[in-house]
């Protein structure tokens, strides 16, 4: 028990060293909290529009010989929502992975590596 009061009375000690006084900045002058509270940072847009990129599959001649081409690959067309939109994906791992068009391939990578700007492995990676 002695070692914990020691180390007890260490932290004890420690904590008037820490000047902890709280005051209101009005907004303009902290620019922290000023840049939060705006409803323009709270929303969060992904950046890509689902419906489009349905139209797009579907426009996509490669995305027809996909469908017929005989691989491991489980190709179905998964629902995105009520309005009947569907997306082809893979199913095979259990999680649909979708096919991505030829036209929007460079879009949807730069998207993803734009998030964070990883090394082009890990966006690699968060794409597959």
């Given at each position: 028990?002695?070692?914990q009061d020691k180390h007890r009375h260490r932290h004890l000690s420690a904590i008037p060293e820490f000047n902890c006084t709280?005051?209101?900045l009005p907004g303009k002058k902290?620019?922290?909290a000023d840049a939060?509270?705006?409803i323009e940072i709270n929303a969060v847009k992904?950046?890509?529009d689902y419906?489009?990129?349905a139209r797009k599959q579907q426009q996509d001649p490669e995305a027809s010989a996909t469908r017929t081409t005989i691989t491991s690959l489980q190709w179905r067309d998964v629902p995105l929502n009520d309005s009947g939109t569907t997306i082809l994906c893979d199913i095979s791992t259990g999680r649909p992975?979708?096919?991505i068009p030829a036209s929007l391939r460079h879009y949807l990578f730069n998207l993803v590596h734009n998030l964070s700007h990883p090394s082009?492995?890990?966006s690699t990676r968060l794409i597959t």
């Open positions: 028990m002695p070692s709280f005051k209101h902290n620019p922290g939060l509270s705006r992904l950046g890509l419906n489009h990129f992975c979708p096919w082009l492995r890990a």
